[in-house]
């Protein structure tokens, strides 16, 4: 185990859902949360969007473009058998009408499914667990300005 960082990095999850209201889920490997299911996403880049970090994230693991993508909530989680605290921020967004998803980089994701949100798989990448469990920041009442 490498020591840990003495500072949280920055994740971007996708929320993407299908025309049935599924979401895409798929299994890692080779790094941080092995065999966890978790949604695409990565690291933010050094000045980029959320947005754009979404969209590029996305296009990289699943060969998707999407033109809309909303944020929905923050989780801040410490993997402690790795040293790693990530603050994860997660989008959201739709498979546009004739995209499919291609497993880009199979050294990273051994599958991409499609799951019921009230049916998902068990062992889930640690913010997609704390985001499920309602373990997230977000504002439901924004300011009035």
């Known amino acids: 185990m490498s020591a840990p960082s003495n500072r949280p990095k920055v994740g971007v999850g996708v929320l ?13 490997k080779g ?9 695409p ?6 000045g980029e969007t959320l947005e754009g970090c979404a969209t590029r994230e996305l296009l990289e693991e699943t060969g ?3 033109q809309d993508v909303t944020f929905v ?12 605290h990530y603050i994860s921020l997660f989008m959201r967004a ?27 798989p068990e062992h889930l990448f640690l913010p997609l667990a704390s985001f499920m ?3 997230v920041y977000s504002n439901p009442h924004p300011l009035p300005f």
């Open 73 to 84: 909530g923050m989780t801040n989680d410490v993997f402690e058998g790795d040293g790693k």
């Open 31 to 39: 790094a941080h949360g092995e065999d966890t299911w978790g949604p």
């Open 41 to 46: 996403g990565g690291h933010l880049e050094f």
């Open 94 to 120: 739709d498979l546009p009408p004739g995209q499919e998803i291609v497993n880009c980089e199979p050294h990273k994701t051994r599958a991409w499914q499609w799951f019921a949100p009230n049916v998902l």
């Open 133 to 135: 469990t309602k373990k």
């Open 16 to 28: 993407l859902f299908n025309g049935e209201g599924h979401l895409l889920l798929g299994q890692r």
């Open 64 to 66: 998707v473009r999407v």
